[in-house]
């Protein structure tokens, strides 16, 4: 088992940008493609980004060309780089394995977009 902290959520007006980071309790994480997910009030949580053990990304098409995923290995931790910024992207943002079975998950990181 794996357990993660999220942080580096926060308040941003639109257009703005946030880079979130999730430390993986276990270098065991690295041996396994990541996720950062997200879920909106009354939403289901959703898959927004994805990276492979080693540089390969693919991402939701509401985030493509905005957001940035990547991982360091050696510090046990995933990144989520999230610029132009949209209300519509206001959730609690989480990371896990990109593929089931997932690991508990951690208490996620708030994002609001709001002016």
């Known amino acids: 088992q794996v357990q993660f902290v999220e942080s580096g959520g926060g308040l941003v007006q639109p257009g703005g940008s946030l880079r979130l980071s999730c430390a993986a309790s276990?270098?065991?994480?690295?041996?396994?493609?990541m996720g950062w997910y997200r879920q909106a009030p009354g939403k289901q949580r959703e898959l927004v980004a994805a990276?492979?053990?080693?540089?390969?990304?693919n991402y939701a098409d509401s985030v493509k060309g905005r957001f940035i995923i990547s991982r360091d290995n050696a510090k046990n931790t995933v990144y989520l780089q999230m610029n132009s910024l949209k209300p519509e992207d206001t959730a609690v943002y989480y990371c896990n394995r990109r593929d089931p079975p997932r690991w508990a998950w951690g208490q996620g990181t708030q994002v609001t977009v709001s002016s």
């Open positions: 276990r270098s065991i994480f690295r041996l396994y493609a």
């Open positions: 990276i492979t053990t080693g540089t390969g990304t």
